[in-house]
């Protein structure tokens, strides 16, 4: 499995909130394979492989824990994480959970 370190992650993250943001502006959707292509995680010459939908969903998780810890802020202009779907055209499982940092 090729893993994504630090600074791909969090320059994955900030793009896939300019992405969403986009997508809210378009009243559209899109699926995690066009996600991921859209952010630079699956190459133009490059398939869909597993290790992808895990590394969209940590990505996602990266947003909504950040979203949540912005508290009001985010409330005036929440992520719409549901704008990401999957073939079927419903959004994923984790997008419903709440997502927080924890220090131990």
Known sequence: MKFLNLETRLEMARA????????QVAD?????G???????M???D????????????EILKILG?????S?????????EFERIITKEGEP???IAKRCRIVCD
Do not use: C, D
């Not at 300019?18 to 997508?23: D, G, H, K, T």
């Not at 009001?72 to 992520?79: F, G, K, L, R, V």
């Open 46 to 57: 490059e398939s869909w492989e597993a290790r992808h939908r895990t590394q969209i969903g």
């Open 65 to 69: 824990a950040v979203e949540v810890q």
């Open 92 to 94: 994923g499982p984790g």
């Open 34 to 40: 066009e996600l991921a292509k859209a952010i630079g």
């Open 42 to 44: 699956v190459k133009p």
């Open 71 to 79: 508290g009001s802020a985010a409330e005036t202009n929440p992520i």
């Open 16 to 23: 896939t909130v300019a992405v969403l943001r986009a997508l």
């Open 28 to 32: 559209s959707k899109m699926t995690y």
